[in-house]
T-cell receptor
Framework: QKEVEQNSGPLSVPEGAIASLNCTYS??????FFWYRQYSGKSPELIMS????GDKEDGRFTAQLNKASQYVSLLIRDSQPSDSATYLC??????????FGAGTRLTVKP | KAGVTQTPRYLIKTRGQQVTLSCSPI?????VSWYQQTPGQGLQFLFE???????NKGNFPGRFSGRQFSNSRSEMNVSTLELGDSALYLC??????????FGPGTRLTVL
């Protein structure tokens, strides 16, 4: 069973703080890793993709991948109320089979 | 480039009926994936098509089927609808099947 696990939250942080979102996956054959953001009533939108171990930064977002620990995380610096959403971790396996975690609900309080 | 489009956006059906949902991918994208999203189960993978061939299939009953046309547009069909099929159905397109971009979804309600 290929599983992607996330803490469902809710995770609450004050405005300006760093939000840390975590994800673990079960299959060592996993190839690609993604973070999506989903606002209530909307479809998921891609924030970041990461393919190799280490950090990848894009603006206020940093994705971190550790394949040995089967762990991927997303850091959001200087969190804003507009970042309040559900964050979905996604992992692709062989043949582009993509599996999603249940999502972590983030609330940024002004 | 225009994004992924899905039609219809909202649909109400009764148990036992069948439904067809449509998805037009981003121009040039040949991979189309379908997902079911419910509050209890999250995003569940249904199937993926690439160049008119089903490459992957999730763990759903045979009532759920799909196809892809030569222009990469895809349709998903659900036969003999059940109450539990009420969900948001999302289509995602990709150039190769890796990075996926989602459409707005079709909200299906089964009464």
């Amino acid at each position: 069973q290929k599983e992607v696990e996330q803490n469902s939250g809710p995770l609450s942080v004050p405005e300006g703080a760093i939000a840390s979102l975590n994800c673990t996956y079960s299959d060592r054959g996993s190839q690609s890793f993604f973070w999506y953001r989903q606002y209530s009533g909307k479809s998921p939108e891609l924030i970041m993709s990461i393919y190799s171990n280490g950090d990848k930064e894009d603006g206020r977002f940093t994705a971190q991948l550790n394949k040995a620990s089967q762990y991927v995380s997303l850091l959001i610096r200087d969190s804003q109320p507009s970042d309040s959403a559900t964050y979905l971790c996604a992992v692709t396996y062989n043949n582009n089979d993509m599996r999603f975690g249940a999502g972590t609900r983030l609330t940024v309080k002004p | 480039k225009a994004g992924v489009t899905q039609t219809p956006r909202y649909l109400i059906k009764t148990r036992g009926q069948q439904v067809t949902l449509s998805c037009s991918p981003i121009s040039g994208h040949r991979s189309v994936s379908w997902y079911q999203q419910t509050p209890g189960q999250g995003l569940q993978f249904l199937f993926e098509y690439f160049s008119e061939t089903q490459r992957n299939k999730g763990n759903f009953p045979g009532r759920f089927s799909g196809r892809q046309f030569s222009n990469s547009r895809s349709e998903m069909n659900v036969s003999t609808l059940e109450l539990g099929d009420s969900a948001l159905y999302l289509c995602a397109s990709s150039l190769t099947g890796d990075t996926q971009y989602f459409g707005p979804g079709t909200r299906l309600t089964v009464l």
